[in-house]
């Protein structure tokens, strides 16, 4: 996104650039042609001038559209990840970056990508309001608790580039700073597979949803109380309030969290509260795991 950032800034800067020696140098020419040449000359009264007027309203005009729509296009393209990302989740808290690969590494203040993928991080925070930014890539968004912020970029080249937090989160703010490494293909894969016995993210959630006993009410074989969770991530549903809503991070963190906000038709609001029992990783590898839930056919699962 660097380029297309970078383009449009030096547009404003040569626009300003222009239109400063412009005013500037009509201030002083102006100012030497119609001084005043004797003692007592009074200047001749001006009515105004229509075509003047027209002019220098429509060339603004016109210059500020485009910087409307070329900044609305470069802010489009930022705002929607494309379809083809590498996942991984980013817990910020004071004072620190928490990484989630899919996997199953976990870092933290370094952030390992490969060069040339789109990657897409999902982004929440445990406290309060932080802001994720890579200078290099032109990537800055508000890391906000309780949602999830999607964050998208394609590094290309490999290298170490520095992480800050941008928004003031406390007293230790400024230390909340860290690096994004990219690496070529392989050595990523090398980086990934050298992590340790962790499982991944989803078979981390999966263990979570047994310890907490979700899978007593939410069954594949629809013989459970709650909602059959096989297949239902990225579908429509439609609530007991006939809202349709499409099930994503967000709504399965507030399912969660939050159980009686929107409950599926057909299903009574019997489900207990998980506030202050699960921890914001705990809840993506829950949200990972009802994902992987998409793949897995019901027959197989328990
Ligand atoms: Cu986190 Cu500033």
Request: contains cysteine.
């Amino acid at each position: 996104m660097a380029a297309r950032v970078d383009a449009l800034y030096f547009f404003l800067v040569a626009i300003s650039v222009f239109f400063s020696l412009l005013i500037a140098g009509l201030i002083v020419y102006y100012a030497m042609k119609y001084r005043r040449r004797s003692d007592g000359q009074i200047g001749t009264a001006i009515e105004g001038g229509l075509l003047l007027e027209v002019t220098w309203s429509i060339i603004p005009f016109v210059i500020s559209m485009v910087i409307f729509v070329w900044g609305a296009s470069v802010f489009f393209a930022m705002a929607s990840p494309p379809a083809d990302t590498l996942n991984i989740y980013v817990v910020g808290k004071q004072w620190m970056w928490k990484f989630q690969h899919l996997d199953g590494q976990r870092e933290i203040n370094e952030l390992h990508v490969p060069v040339g993928r789109n990657v897409k991080l999902i982004t929440t925070s445990e406290d309060v309001i932080h802001d994720f930014f890579v200078p290099a890539f032109r990537v800055k968004a508000d890391v906000l608790p309780g949602r999830y912020v999607n964050i998208w970029f394609n590094a290309t080249k490999p290298g170490r580039y520095h992480l800050f937090c941008a928004e003031y989160c406390g007293t230790r703010h400024s230390g909340m700073i860290g690096e994004v490494i990219v690496m070529e293909a392989n050595e990523y894969q090398e980086w990934l597979s050298g992590g340790g016995p962790a499982g991944s993210l989803a078979s981390a959630g999966e263990k979570l949803f047994a310890d907490l006993a979700c899978n007593t009410c939410h069954r594949p074989d629809s013989a459970g109380r709650g909602p059959v969770l096989n297949g239902l991530f990225g579908k429509t549903v439609t609530t007991a309030d006939d809202e349709m809503i499409v099930v994503d991070e967000a709504y399965i963190r507030e399912s969660i969290l939050n159980p009686g906000a929107k409950i599926a038709a057909g299903y009574q609001p019997i489900m207990p509260t998980f506030q202050g029992l699960v921890a914001e990783e705990g809840l993506l590898e829950l949200i990972e795991y009802v994902k992987s839930l998409q793949t897995i056919p019901q027959a197989e699962t328990r």
